[in-house]
């Protein structure tokens, strides 16, 4: 893992595509910016683990239907990522 420090309205950049920038900082809570192209899907870390857990849950409950259930969340979720 990298880690670097950032001022308010610095950013990093990733990939050449990708550019995270830190907005503003109020106490415990940082706002930050994501500039990708629409290719790159970009999600927030707890929502992919909800996501995730729901679907291995629906995998237990229905067997093989728990797939089918993964690929439209996914589906889904891609068109949630980028305004």
């Given at each position: 893992?990298?880690?670097?420090?950032?001022?308010?309205?610095?950013?990093?950049?990733?990939?050449?595509?990708?550019?995270?920038?830190?907005?503003?900082?109020?106490?415990?809570?940082?706002?930050?910016?994501?500039d990708?192209?629409?290719?790159v899907?970009?999600?927030?870390?707890?929502?992919?683990?909800?996501?995730?857990?729901?679907?291995?849950?629906?995998?237990?409950?229905?067997?093989?239907?728990?797939?089918?259930?993964?690929?439209?969340?996914?589906?889904?979720?891609?068109?949630?990522?980028?305004?």
């Amino acid at each position: 893992m990298l880690i670097l420090t950032r001022k308010a309205e610095q950013g990093i950049v990733i990939d050449g595509k990708v550019i995270v920038r830190l907005l503003s900082i109020d106490g415990e809570r940082v706002k930050i910016g994501i500039d990708a192209p629409r290719s790159v899907s970009v999600l927030r870390e707890e929502l992919l683990v909800e996501v995730a857990g729901e679907n291995q849950a629906a995998r237990v409950q229905s067997g093989t239907q728990g797939g089918r259930l993964h690929d439209g969340l996914t589906r889904a979720l891609k068109g949630l990522d980028r305004p």
